[in-house]
């Protein structure tokens, strides 16, 4: 996949592992970014020289778009659907089943699936113009797929609140106070400052005891492969209807 279409790359410096993703398209995800992802995530965690992980986007306004319209929009059948879908439910599960820590450096918004990377990375640190959104309903699907991430990390209630207003922006001290951001700074800078000081720390720290830690942390979602492929079901069926498409192509036209 050329810069053109997107990338991830993985970068490691002093045991921590960048792995960083980008799109043109305000690094919304299509199949073969989710795939690549997915792969860069598992390699990630079985490397000997990568104690820490640090999950990131290019670019300075936006984190993740979360799916991509234009793919939405290819899609032909239920299978070829569920397919898109698992790819998310992919990246969820690699990353809860990670041994090593996963920080998010979130530097802009995030839209539905950008929500849900935020969600399942164990510690994730923002600007304070991270803005976020799920924007599924409006489209006449749902938060599926990442939905068990995000309500694990900020609750039933606060995630209800995201799915049911699918067109409201919540801004990065809302995402902070119900727990989805560990912290928000005022600039990238010192966003940037704060991520190297913790990934330095962790770096230095015992993989085995964070390995355990984090089995503890994920506790109860042992059914996830299952549950999320499910869920990539559901999506795949909602996003053939003649709603979806129409919502999506409306979307499309005015941007």
């Known amino acids: 996949m050329n810069e053109t279409e997107g990338y991830v790359k993985t970068v490691i410096h002093q045991q921590v592992g960048s792995i960083e993703f980008y799109h043109p398209q305000s ?10 992802l997915s792969k860069a995530i598992n390699h990630a965690a079985h490397d000997p ?10 670019g300075e306004k936006t984190f993740c778009a979360g799916a991509s319209f234009d793919e939405l929009l290819s899609i032909d059948n239920t299978e070829k659907g569920k397919k898109f879908f698992q790819g998310f439910a992919h990246v969820i ?11 998010a450096r979130i530097q802009g918004k995030c839209v539905g699936g950008g929500v849900g990377l935020a969600s399942a990375a164990d510690y994730s640190i923002a600007t304070d113009k991270s803005e976020i959104k799920l924007s ?10 990442v ?3 995000i309500e ?3 609750g039933i209630s606060a995630f209800s609140q995201l799915a049911i207003d699918a067109s409201m922006w919540r801004n990065a001290d809302w995402a902070r106070r119900r727990g989805l951001f560990a912290e928000t700074h005022s600039s990238i800078e010192e966003m940037d400052e704060s991520i190297a ?9 015992n993989s085995e005891a964070m390995a355990e830690m984090k089995k503890i942390f994920w506790h109860g979602t042992e059914n996830w492969d299952s549950l999320l492929d499910e869920r990539a079901a559901i999506s795949g069926r909602l996003v053939m209807s003649n709603f979806t498409r129409e919502a999506i192509a409306s979307f499309k036209n005015k941007v």
Do not use: D, T
């Open 27 to 36: 690094n919304s995800l299509p199949s073969g970014l989710l795939e690549e």
């Open 197 to 205: 000081k913790l990934a330095l720390k962790l770096s230095r720290s």
């Open 147 to 149: 939905g068990p991430a």
């Open 136 to 145: 599924e309903l409006a489209v006449g699907i749902g938060p599926f797929v």
């Open 152 to 154: 694990r990390k900020i």
């Open 49 to 58: 020289e990568i104690s820490v992980i640090i999950l990131r986007s290019a």
């Open 93 to 103: 599960n690699a990353m809860r089943k990670c041994p090593k820590f996963i920080i």
